[in-house]
């Protein structure tokens, strides 16, 4: 915390509020992404698109199951199928 309060001696105060803000909203409230989201606010550069919703095209139809027993058979031949 006290790092983050200390960034306001290198930077605007706005510009630390601001990146606080987006870190809480981004759910990541940890001093190396305060610190990266208050760089790309000062470079310049345009913030992280929002989140894309899947259209309903997208979806799937079948949900995958897990087949574990799938991997006991594999095993029991004695084969490998991978390295």
Request: aromatic residues 2%.
């Amino acid at each position: 915390m006290v790092e983050i309060l200390a960034l306001v001696l290198q930077h605007d105060e706005q510009a630390v509020l601001c990146a606080v803000e987006l870190a809480l909203e981004a759910g990541v409230a940890t001093k190396t992404h305060v610190i990266n989201v208050l760089h790309r606010l000062t470079d310049g550069k345009a913030p992280p698109a929002s989140p894309i919703d899947a259209p309903q095209a997208l979806r799937l139809t079948r949900e995958p199951v897990a087949n574990v027993e799938r991997y006991d058979t594999l095993r029991d031949k004695g084969q490998r199928h991978a390295s």
